[in-house]
């Protein structure tokens, strides 16, 4: 019998931060970043998105996606 081995996520309480310092809702910081509502909720949850998303996310703030997902959190291309 295979045992499944829970992941844990670190929520991302900078973009959490970020986001309600802004005012904004997840869905008001969706619909400015151009992606969908769940998917700022899965990054505030600490779940890491594509690059792309994280340029469109971290635009919003004038930031680098490297200031809110640090290099040590992100995925690794093989």
């Known amino acids: 019998m295979k045992s499944k081995i829970a992941t844990r996520r670190t929520p991302n309480r900078k973009l959490q931060e970020l986001r309600i310092n802004a005012g904004l809702s997840p869905n008001a910081l969706a619909y400015r970043a ?4 769940k998917t700022i909720r899965l990054a ?3 779940w890491i998105p594509t690059p792309r998303v994280q340029f469109q996310i ?4 004038e930031l680098l996606p490297l200031d809110l997902w640090p290099l040590d959190r992100q995925k690794v291309a093989a």
Do not use: M
């Open 34 to 37: 151009g992606v969908n509502g």
């Open 44 to 46: 505030e949850a600490g």
């Open 58 to 61: 971290a635009a919003v703030f």
